[in-house]
């Protein structure tokens, strides 16, 4: 009871207040609660948005066009990242860009163009995107974002730079200012060279710095470097030797090309008239043509040495026969065959050390020509090599089946069909492997790749032996002898066809491989209508042969004989036939 | 009045807590677990952040890399360096048979 009196002395609370304030404080909470429940879980998506707005970005990484070096690593190609200038004429209009036209001014001055151009230009369009310069250097792209100009924005893109020039530009192509290949390597090696940009979601904190890696938007592809099988070194002593015979001879054009015998890789690839990849604002189409494989022309007395190979393989002659050629002129089907003099009996050898007509228009008569026209096919005639760039010419021999006497002696010294200077190359290489052809490439290969053996192995080394004689002294090409490496080499002297007959420009052209004992390179020189006095094969491109085969044989650390060697060897090999 | 035993209020809520040890354990180990998440991820951030220097420090060394290799290639091309060899320094190249081939055995 004592209790309750204590209760009643105290005094009493005033119920409803409580009431109210807890009432009040629950309320305040259920709400807060309320509140954060319905931000977090029912809808939480609304902010979340809010919040990605602000941070998430879209970032993609550039990636440059893979480099193309040669086969020792030396760089034809390399892009070099630089920027666009592009301009936004609305927002110039919209933030007063032409305010101060001291920037523009300046901005003018480092573009290299006219400002009254750049003004009007901006200031007459309404659209969103005009380019004002392309690929500056990143010095003068950081000059023009220190300019603060409203509306003048940078994007990035690449260059391509070509550091051996006009040396290798045919072979190697070109790209077009949105780095695609559109010429040479370059276009048949777009798509493994050319990488993408990965595009990613990143969040960015407020001061710019990626916090998190969200999810790739697209999947990027890391561009591929290619290795030629192109040497430099080669390739540059080539281009110069050629470059001077054109000049010397006032050709129209030449090419050059080295092919590594045993592996079917183009060492050397060369043309003239050629431009500088380097400035693409000034192409004219005949220089950038790559004629070394495109042009294809009736090559002349080069084919001899295959009439004799297609020959000693059908045994309709023997190696030791003589062949008579007196009084230096023959009639076939009432057409005239003649040689430079009259040569009198002459053996295989003398004919093609010679290059009688006569002697080897006996031989081709001597086979049927399915045989002869086999032989050539077989040799990659009226094929592609396998070198796989545009425009490749893959020669040809006329249709039909019917062939006159004349024609068929005409075919044996090269008329009446036509090849690229890269055929040609790849039949004399066939003869340097011992017979066996090997499909060309410009790509550096890890092993040899398999070969077809065209032609039997004696054949061609007796077809060899027999070219040594041509480098000799009373040769046709006495100029394409080396010292130190025996050559086994054919000059060719063709007269351009013209709407008609025959015109008076030719095409001068010497084939070759050394040295004889163990081949290493077939190398082709051709010279489009020498002008000068001298047209022919042996005065033209002979002299070109040696200088660029005794240059690349050195390069190539290929060891030398010695003169007396040279002659032991030639002993041995005139026994062996 | 009658006196109850005095009672030992820390006691209490010692034994209290003894009582429900596993339940202050969690309420622990939940608190420490919260704090590491957020540590964690800042770390994460940190480091996501180095990471993307790191790229950027790797695109720009890519670029100096391409510049300096055209340098070098220009500088290093056969026809500056032969005309140097011969002009400058009156070196020639020798004719295959001049070479003297050396045999290491």
Known sequence: MSRQAKRKQKPEPIQWRLVVVVTFVCLLFTSLVGRAAYIQIIEPEKL?????????????????RGLITDRNGEMLAVSVPVRAVYADPKTVH????????????ALADVLHLPMEDLVTRVKSSNKRFIYLKRQVTPAVAEYIKQLKLPGIRLKPESRRYYPSGEIASQLIGITNIDDKGIEGIEHTYNGWLTGKASKQKVRKSRDGKVVERLDVVEE????????LSIDHRIQQLAYRELKKATEIHQATSGSVVVLDVNTGEVLAMVNTPSYNPNSPDKLQAYKMRNRALTDAFEPGSVMKPFVMAAALEAKTIKPDQLIKTSPGWMRIGGRQVRDSSNYGDLSLERILVKSSNIGI?????????EQLLGTYASLGLGSFSG???????????RDGHRWSDFERATLSFGYGLTVSTLQIARMYATLGSEGVLYPTSVVKLKQAPEGVQVISPEVARQVMNMLEGVTQKQGTAAKAYIAGYPVAGKTGTSRKAVAGGYGEDYIASFAGVAPTHNPRLAIVVTVN????????????????FAKVMSGALQMLNVEPISQREQVRLAGVARRSK | MTTKPQLNLTRIVLQD??????????????VVNAAAVVFASHKSRQLTSQWDQLLQQRDKLDIEWRNLLLEEQSLSEHSRITQIATKDLGMSRPLPNEEVVVRVP
């Open chain 1, 361 to 369: 228009s006996k031989i081709a008569l001597s086979m049927p020509v």
């Open chain 1, 94 to 105: 919209d933030r007063q860009g032409f305010e101060d036209m001291r920037r523009w001014r």
């Open chain 1, 220 to 227: 990027g592809e890391s561009p591929n470097d290619l290795v």
């Open chain 1, 387 to 397: 070198i796989d760039l545009v425009g490749e010419s893959t020669g040809k021999v």
């Open chain 1, 48 to 64: 979340r948005h809010e919040s990605d707005m602000r941070t998430l970005r879209t970032t993609s990484r550039a990636v440059q």
């Open chain 2, 17 to 30: 807590i003894w009582h429900h040890i596993w339940v202050v354990i969690l309420a622990v180990v939940l």
């Open chain 1, 529 to 544: 209508e020498p002008k000068g006095d001298h047209y022919y094969g042996g005065d033209v491109a002979a002299p070109v």
